[in-house]
């Protein structure tokens, strides 16, 4: 890598309390919720009205939520009532959770509480041998801290769940929890706890289930040891945490996001895991907010999605308005030669409710991004393309 001044270590007035990040893995695959809503009445099914024995088989991912989500409610109830026939009944639904799913790390969780809830200290021992590295922050955050502690999460969860409509057939009685207040920090443990369950998430969109280790990932993306990179939509860190440690002493990581309780949560997880090379930046409306000609490489994992559509992306106000200053901010941010990354699910270009890779690069073209090329690394549903900045480019014509 060229020779270069170490970065700055904090964003002046913008960062405000910028702290540390921490290992965890994975994608944001989606906007997580601030707070428990109203549960709807139930939607109606095809099957409802038949006898459990004559419905259809659950596929096994919908399976695994609905006795997680029944090991929840009972462990709830077991706070409420001291009684040991709960902890039972959540030790079977976590036990069957992990047949449809050994790895699910936050049933593994769940049965580790429960375990040592139950006085089985050889089981929970087990179970906590079996989390990742990666997601012991995740544990002692949320579940080191006892049932009780634990149980207004769970209570959010369940009710979050029961929102789906299979979720309230296969689970009536999970489904009649009381609600209770929403904590507030509730939406990075959805996120960090239960989107990102995995030890990697990006396991979802990478050619094997197995063994593809993140020093492939970044090899993959062309990232080198000692870059200064900004993670846009960082979310709890799934990726910008293990890059930070990849990237070394020299190295540089500033993570973004729009929901300031990720963030909070990131910078936890940072001083737990004891990096001092990650930076948090608070989001700024319109832009990324990232400061001018401090990065190598700017990186952006399925962000777009929430940001405009195919069919939006033909309005020129919306371009105007929203994804060219956001764009612009991305080109300036960046040092000379340094480059665009971004990861995006392969949608059709003619769907107009998704964004497609096409679309994307479109745009940035416009605004001064030159495509280098497309990096196949990856599962056929998703696209990872590397754009490097045309020097002087012109605005965006009027369109």
């Known amino acids: 890598m060229r020779p270069r001044a170490r970065p700055i270590r904090r964003v002046p007035a913008q960062l405000g309390s910028a702290v540390l990040l921490a290992l965890v893995a994975a994608c944001r695959c989606g906007e997580p919720p601030t707070g428990a809503a109203p549960v709807p009445p139930p939607v109606e099914r095809a099957d409802a009205a038949l006898p459990p024995g004559d419905r259809p088989p659950l596929p096994p ?29 959540a030790n079977r639904h976590l036990q069957a959770a992990l047949q449809h799913d050994a790895g699910y790390t936050h049933a593994q969780l769940l049965a580790r509480v429960t375990a040592e809830a139950r006085g089985d200290t050889a089981a929970a021992s087990r179970l906590r041998e079996r989390v990742h590295p990666q997601r012991r922050h995740v544990e002692a955050r ?25 979720i309230l057939a296969q689970a009536p009685a999970a489904c009649a929890l009381a609600a209770g207040s929403v904590p507030a920090d509730y939406a990075a443990f959805e996120q960090a706890a239960w989107v990102s ?20 990932l970044f090899a993959a993306l062309g990232l080198e040891r000692g870059q200064a990179v900004a993670d846009v939509g960082a979310g709890e860190g799934w990726l910008s ?29 940072a001083r737990w895991h004891h990096l001092d090379t990650v930076d948090t930046l608070p989001w700024v409306a319109g832009t990324a907010g990232l400061p001018p000609g401090e990065f ?81 690394d990856f599962r056929p549903a998703m696209a990872a393309y590397r754009m490097t900045v045309v020097p002087d480019a012109p605005e965006p014509p009027p369109r």
Not at 142 to 164: I, K, M, N, S, T
Not at 250 to 260: F, I
């Open 197 to 216: 369950h995995g030890e990697s998430r990006f396991e979802t969109w990478n050619p094997r289930l197995s063994g593809y280790t993140h020093e492939e």
């Open 142 to 166: 949320w579940f080191d801290q006892g049932l009780p502690a634990l149980a207004p999460y769970l209570r959010a969860h369940v009710h979050g769940e029961c929102r789906g409509d299979v």
């Open 61 to 89: 991912v919908v399976a695994l939520h609905v006795e997680v989500v029944q090991a929840e409610a009972a462990l709830v109830r077991w706070t409420e009532s001291g009684q040991a026939a709960e902890l039972e009944t």
């Open 241 to 269: 945490l293990p890059l930070a440690a990849w990237l070394g002493e020299d190295g540089w990581v500033v993570a973004t996001d729009r929901d300031p309780v990720l963030l909070e949560f990131l910078s936890w997880g």
């Open 296 to 376: 190598d490489v700017v990186l952006v994992c399925e962000l777009f999605k929430t940001l405009t559509t195919n069919a939006r992306a033909t309005d020129t106000a919306h371009l105007e308005q929203e994804i060219y200053p956001f764009l612009r901010n991305l080109r300036a941010a960046l040092r000379p030669e340094g480059r665009f990354i971004f990861l995006e699910r392969r949608t059709p270009p003619e769907d107009p409710d998704g964004v497609s890779p096409e679309t994307i690069r479109r745009h940035a073209e416009a605004v001064g991004f030159r495509f280098e090329r497309e990096i196949k």
